[in-house]
């Protein structure tokens, strides 16, 4: 066995995180928020399918104010994730490796999957 | 497979899954946007069209592996007691299975003809 007894310094509160990092952070938090919300969306595809009545509450649900707001998040993550999967893709095909163009593409998924989520929600 | 290579297997296997995720995500998207379902009558026609069902469901085995692929990697690298996350993942398989039975069945039986 290694013996290792390097000094770790694991303060979070005083690490200085790159974009490229809270971006990635995002993806991964995003995907655990939907892994978690799999449940409810299967709930409801249930519902929508059960009959004029099931397809109406199914409808009130997905139209009443709280759950908007939480379909909005979880259309919020959803696009942070797929932008920075393409993004991680990209980068696995050797597309966008140098630290500026990481820089840059790290700030397009921050901004625009908030933006698209925005515009999807007022479109729909 | 070799037990040395399954990292290089879900490797693959998350980006398999999420290219075909991130196409229907975006053809689901414009079908929502584009002409939503407005009644039960519309929305089981959509359903029942063999492409939508079969390619619905297709979606959802993409699904469950990408989201076991990645969650098993947030997993592995935030909890380390080796029973702790043996308890996790064994809750997160059951969980994930569960819901692919479910809506497998929602599709079988919400496809057939009203």
Known sequence: ?124 | MTRQASGFRAWILQRISAAYLGLYFIYIIGYFILSPPTSITAWKLWISNPINSVGLMLFFVALLIHAWVGFRDVVIDYVHPIMLRVGILSLTALGLVGSGLWVARVIFLGSAPL
Do not use: C, T
């Open chain 1, 1 to 124: 066995m290694m013996i290792n007894n390097r000094p770790v310094f694991l303060n979070l509160f005083q690490f200085r995180f790159p974009i490229a990092a809270i971006m990635s952070v995002g993806h991964r938090a995003s995907g655990v928020f939907m892994v978690l919300a799999f449940p409810f969306l299967v709930y409801i595809l249930d519902l929508s399918l059960h009959g004029e009545a099931g397809f109406a509450a199914a409808r009130d649900i997905l139209q009443s104010l709280p759950v908007k707001l939480v379909l909005f998040v979880m259309l919020w993550a959803l696009l942070h994730h797929l932008l920075a999967g393409i993004r991680f893709l990209l980068i696995d095909f050797d597309i966008g490796v140098d630290k500026l163009s990481g820089r840059f593409s790290a700030w397009a998924v921050m901004l625009a999957a908030p933006v698209l989520a925005l515009l999807i929600g007022m479109l729909s």
